[in-house]
């Protein structure tokens, strides 16, 4: 903008000197005259010795400024005038903030190269506020992480242990993990499916006796993350189910050290609040990153639940690995919950994202990937939150294999950056990209 601003003053110029060579004929020929009387006119030197002069102003300069300027003259003084007022008008009156970059909290971290991928990609994308994390599920040690608030990126991860996080539909992995603990449904159990996945509705909760209408497997509601079909199945499956569920994934539970904070899941004993919280439709049930993180650890790996850790985020993170007080799924759920999470990808709402469109073809043929999205308003802070959690694993060596986990939050009246799913998918193909490849 600036540049075009100053061409098209150069042009006016150049029109106005053009306009004066063809109109100002007169002028020309009158300057000199103009010129010779100026100088004809001024005093000798002797004669400017011993006139009074002002100690501020010398002689010769008070007899130009009470001089009359040609035509000539006052053009150009016009031309030049016009010429400063533009430039003043596109020059900032500031200059924008160089910002410095501290790269201290990336070669602090495990995987710097991922690190510093992170780092670069929040400062392209410039989320409002966010947080990635990558685990390691072998170890269950933090490899990278980055951070931002008020769209500037953070030298600690403080959002690892907020627990302010509405869960929203990442929710459902404890439905579908209580329902199959139940041992009345399976993967391919049919459910009905009334409705817009996206709302929920009373009238979606009304199955009738003889229900003939349309219906959903039970892996593909989860994978679609069709809010009334996890609600029937929750109303179902009845709330102490829910919890114990819940109990195994971490939720309600009082961290060593306060690390992470307390992740709420408190679903009432039958009513709409019992669809609500079976379906993660609702502010009340609250998630970490750092415990969604040990949710998606303990799923691929089919262990107890444990916090991922870190040797220097002493504040956010277990300095070493703490076995937790927590039950274990059956071999059978473990297994449907990981399929379930592929289901995700491959054929839910993290399909369009996580595919050879931000990944490259060799790195997404060569893994299997599991995920689940989600997404919800709310207030600390205020906005729309947006989830990803999820793993990837090679398939000719599984124990090469990630946890990720991305967690947006949008303004609801602003920018918004790039979805949770294609950044996980960025991220996976870094760690693809120098895991599966290196040699």
């Known amino acids: ?208 006796e003889n229900y003939t209408g349309p219906t959903i497997e039970l892996q593909d509601a989860y994978a679609k993350s069709a809010n009334p079909p996890l609600a029937i199945i929750g109303m179902n499956v009845g709330a102490s189910r829910l919890k114990s569920a819940a109990k195994n994934l971490g939720y309600n539970m009082n961290f060593p050290s306060g690390i992470p904070g307390r992740s709420n899941y408190n679903p009432p004993d039958t009513g709409y609040g019992l669809a609500e919280a079976s379906c993660g439709f609702t502010e009340s049930t609250t998630l970490t990153p750092l415990l969604a993180a040990a949710q998606v650890r303990s799923i691929l790996t089919k262990k107890p639940l444990e916090i991922p850790w870190a040797a220097n985020l002493p504040q956010f993170a277990p300095k070493n690995r703490i076995a937790l007080d927590v039950g274990k799924f059956s071999e059978n759920t473990y297994y449907g919950l990981r399929e379930a999470m592929i289901r995700s990808i491959t054929n839910g709402t993290a399909r369009k994202h996580i595919s050879t469109r931000n990944m490259a073809r060799k790195n997404f043929n060569a893994l299997n990937i599991g995920g689940k999205t989600g997404s919800l308003d709310g207030h600390d802070p205020y906005g729309r939150y947006e989830w990803f959690m999820g793993f990837a694993q090679a398939k000719e060596d599984p124990s090469k294999a990630i946890v990720v986990v991305i967690l947006q939050i949008h303004d609801l009246q602003g920018f918004r950056s790039q979805p949770a799913c294609q950044v996980a998918a960025m991220i996976i193909n870094y760690w693809a990209h120098k895991t599966l490849w290196s040699n």
């Open 1 to 208: 903008m600036r540049n075009r601003c100053i061409a098209a003053a150069v042009f006016i110029i150049f029109c106005t000197l053009i306009g004066s060579c063809i109109f100002g004929g007169e002028s020309d020929t009158q300057a000199p005259v103009a010129s010779t009387a100026v100088s004809t006119s001024l005093p000798t030197a002797d004669s400017a010795e011993n006139a009074p002069v002002d100690s501020a102003e010398k002689p010769v300069n008070a007899l130009q400024a009470s001089a009359p300027l040609t035509k000539a003259e006052e053009q150009v003084e016009n031309i030049a005038n016009t010429q400063a007022t533009i430039i003043a008008a596109v020059t900032p009156e500031t200059q924008p903030e160089i910002e410095v970059i501290d790269s201290a909290h990336i070669k602090n971290q495990k995987d710097v190269f991922l690190a510093e991928k992170i780092d670069i990609m929040l400062r392209r994308f410039k989320p409002l506020h966010s947080v990635m994390l990558v685990v390691e599920p072998k170890t269950n040690e933090i490899i990278a992480w980055g951070e931002t608030k008020d769209g500037k990126v953070q030298n600690d991860p403080d959002y690892f242990v907020k627990n302010t996080f509405p869960a929203a539909s990442l929710a459902k992995t404890i439905t579908i993990a209580a329902a199959m603990e139940s041992n009345r449904y399976s993967l391919n159990t049919p459910i009905p499916d009334q409705g817009a996945h996206h709302t929920l509705y009373k009238r979606q909760l009304r199955v009738a």
